[in-house]
Structure formats: C-alpha cells, structure tokens
C-alpha cells in the first residue's frame, strides 16, 4: 500500500495522494495499537505514515507533515529497524532543506552517516543541504556522490544537477538534468525539467532554456504539488530577467498561476 501512496505522490504530487494516504495510515496505525506488538507490522506502518506524511508535505500541510513523521519515527524506533529510521530521519532533512533550513537539514543528514555509510543519495543531500552556507562542502559531497554506491542511478544524477545549479556550475547542471530528465514524468519531471530550463538559461543558452521551460509549465498541469510549484516559481523568477518574449510570457503565465 505504501509503494502506491508514493507513486501517486510521485505521479500526481501530494494533492492528490494526500487524502488517501493519511486515511490509510490512520486505519493501520489505529489497528495497530490495539494488537499486540509485532515488528513486521511496525516497520510496514512506519512506511505508511513516511508516505502520509510526504504527500501532506507536499500538499502544503507542514504540521500534518511532522505529525505523520513524528508516527513513522516512533514506530520505526519500536520496531528497532535502522534502515527505515534512517528514512525517516532522511525524509526531515528533506524537509528541512525546503523550509530553507539548511544548517539543520545538515545535522539530520550527517546523524544518517553515523548509522550507515553514506550511499550516493546521501551525499547529494548533504550536498544541498552544504550549498547555502558551505560551498567547499558541497563540492566535496559531490566528489564523494560520484563515488559512491548508487551514483549511477536516476535520483543520484537529479541530486548532481540540484547541488550542480545551487552552486553556479550550470554545465553539470545541465549534463546532469539532460540524462535524467526523459526517464521522469508527473512530479519529478516537473522538479527536474524546471532546474533544467534554469541551468541552460543561466548559461545563456536562451532558446533551449525556453524550450525547456515550455514543458515544464505545461507538465505542471497535471500535478497537484508544492514542490512543483515551488519549482515553477524559481522558473518564473529567471524568466523575468530574460529578454526573449517567449520566456516574458511563459513568466506572467507561471505568475498567474501560483
């Protein structure tokens, strides 16, 4: 049940998957304090609620977020699981760098390390989270990422093109987004297509940059996210600047939308 809330949540963005999610996971945790203790069900209900609580995320309900999360943490902890622990420590730093509180999305993911060696996906966290305070430390991560278990895949490369654009190298940036960017649809194509058009704007590569932003906007239509949204506005912000009426355009248009 947990893997259909996230692709819901990943197709669709959290306003969508949002209500179905909390509702089960109220269900299962409910039934769950009332049975005697068991790991398996423990473990399986802390997934639940990390899902609960991501689509409420994105769906602009941050206090149901940390409720949800505060669940998952719980169950997690009684369960003695370490790896789904450390999930749900990843998904507050994941939270925190969004809130813009990247000093403490750094703890959160550093406290990860202690548990677990760092795998790619965590470098590229500790990548963003270093990007707004510590430019030296994320270029580090991002030596590390690209050595690390995992780099190959999909979400590491987005991680690389995220930490990439945050700290100016906007050739990465694109290298990173143009390998990544055709595999993804619904939520993630949005957070990604958007960047990219971002990085080839920033580096004055105008027309591609529109063309990108083009899909974006139009793949945001379909998607019920904050991220997305989020997104789109940092899209908007580098539009503006732009000259090309095109890129003033889709800018009033992504204005008028969020």
């Not at 109220?26 to 899902?51: E, I, M, T, W």
């Not at 769906?59 to 997690?76: E, I, N, P, S, Y």
């Not at 940092?234 to 890129?247: C, H, I």
Request: charge should be positive; glycine fraction near 6%.
């Amino acid at each position: 049940m947990a893997t259909k809330i996230w692709d819901l949540d990943l197709e669709h963005g959290g306003g969508a998957a949002f209500a179905a999610a909390k509702g089960v996971a109220k269900q299962v945790v409910g039934a769950l304090r009332s049975s005697p203790a068991n790991r398996d069900l423990q473990v399986a209900a802390s997934g639940l609620c990390r899902a609960a609580a991501w689509s409420a995320f994105d769906a602009g309900h941050k206090r149901v977020f940390w409720q949800c999360h505060a669940t998952a943490l719980d169950l997690a902890r009684e369960a003695g699981d370490k790896e789904t622990l450390i999930k749900v420590v990843s998904d507050a730093g994941r939270a925190e760098i969004l809130l813009g509180r990247h000093q403490a999305a750094a703890k959160l993911f550093e406290l990860t390390t202690v548990c677990k060696a760092p795998d790619a996906i965590t470098w590229g966290l500790l990548g963003s989270a270093y990007t707004s305070h510590s430019p030296e430390s994320a270029k580090h991560a991002l030596v590390r990422l690209r050595n690390a278990p995992g780099a190959d895949t999909p979400d590491a490369t987005s991680m690389v093109g995220h930490v990439s654009l945050d700290l100016g190298d906007y050739a990465s940036a694109v290298n990173a987004f143009d390998k990544v960017v055709p595999q993804r649809t619904g939520r993630l194509a949005v957070q990604e297509t958007a960047p990219l058009a971002i990085s080839y704007l920033k580096a004055r590569e105008v027309t591609v940059g529109v063309r990108h932003a083009e899909r974006a906007v139009k793949l945001a239509e379909n998607v019920r996210s904050v991220q997305s949204t989020e997104a789109l506005r940092k899209l908007g912000a580098v539009l503006t600047l732009q000259k090309d009426s095109t890129a003033q355009d889709l800018a009033r248009q992504i204005a008028a939308t969020n």
